[in-house]
């Protein structure tokens, strides 16, 4: 009999405070100007008050990396990544796409995942 996954949270800066939210539930994270917007697995979006470095630092730990210098996405998905094209699709059917310069590191992650 398997274990169920116990969700991980994280607090996250909003314009009006904070929020909690179950990591497995975020599909990635776009800047956006001056804006962090993270978008929910659903597709819905929200608003942070954070800056994507500040993410990165945080959540890499978790499963997600940087693949482009404005999208940070959650590697512990559903998501076909095809390596030609550098496009990601999510099983919502949103597409990010990967920098030429960070396809090996995506590819290599998503590898190391799987072992």
């Known amino acids: 009999m398997e274990k169920e996954e116990i969700p991980v949270y994280h607090t996250f800066k909003v314009p009006v405070g904070f929020a909690q939210i179950p990591l497995q ?3 990635y994270f776009i800047n956006e100007g001056s804006k962090t917007k993270m978008f929910y697995n ?3 979006d929200r608003i942070l008050s954070e800056s994507l470095k500040n993410l990165e630092a ?8 940087r693949i482009h210098q404005r999208c940070i996405l959650n590697l512990r998905q559903e998501l076909n990544f095809c390596t030609k094209t550098r496009v990601i699709t999510l099983p919502n059917k949103n597409i990010v796409y990967v920098a030429k310069d960070r396809v090996s590191t995506v590819k290599n992650a998503l590898l190391k995942m799987a072992r």
């Open 25 to 27: 539930t975020i599909s």
């Open 42 to 44: 659903d597709g819905s």
């Open 58 to 65: 945080i959540l890499h730990e978790y499963g997600f990396i």
